[in-house]
Nanobody, 121 residues
Framework: VQLQASGGGLVQAGGSLRLSCAVS????????MGWFRQAPGKERRFVAA????????YYVDSVKGRFTISRDNAKNTVYLQMNSLKPEDTAVYYCARVSKSGSIWSSYGSWGQGTLVTVSS
């Protein structure tokens, strides 16, 4: 499975961006999918996830009410709509296949290329 994130860029605080993740090699509908981000000098961290059928959605507390994950299985694409962006959202964003153990979401397989989001104050 190959993953390609896109849609990042430079935006002012309070602005919006929509990230896309194109999945190739396998059918997207088979997988739970998630978004992670890695801020400069920090570890990669979970942001959001959606189950394969879209029936369940999870967010890290810091993005609840601002970010929305969605998917179009027909287009083999996962999205992350980011509103009310803050400087602390600045990071490289990655999509990944994910699995859940207890309350913890983890990625598996390849990461693919991320997309840089920079939020200026």
């Amino acid at each position: 499975v190959q993953l390609q994130a896109s849609g990042g860029g430079l935006v002012q605080a309070g602005g919006s961006l929509r990230l896309s993740c194109a999945v190739s090699g396998r059918t997207l509908s088979s997988y739970d999918m998630g978004w992670f981000r890695q801020a400069p000098g920090k570890e990669r961290r979970f942001v959001a996830a959606m189950t394969s059928g879209g029936g369940a959605i999870y967010y890290v507390d810091s993005v609840k009410g601002r970010f929305t994950i969605s998917r179009d299985n027909a287009k083999n694409t996962v999205y992350l709509q980011m509103n009310s962006l803050k400087p602390e959202d600045t990071a490289v964003y990655y999509c990944a296949r994910v699995s859940k153990s207890g309350s913890i979401w983890s990625s598996y397989g390849s990461w693919g290329q991320g997309t840089l989001v920079t939020v200026s104050s």
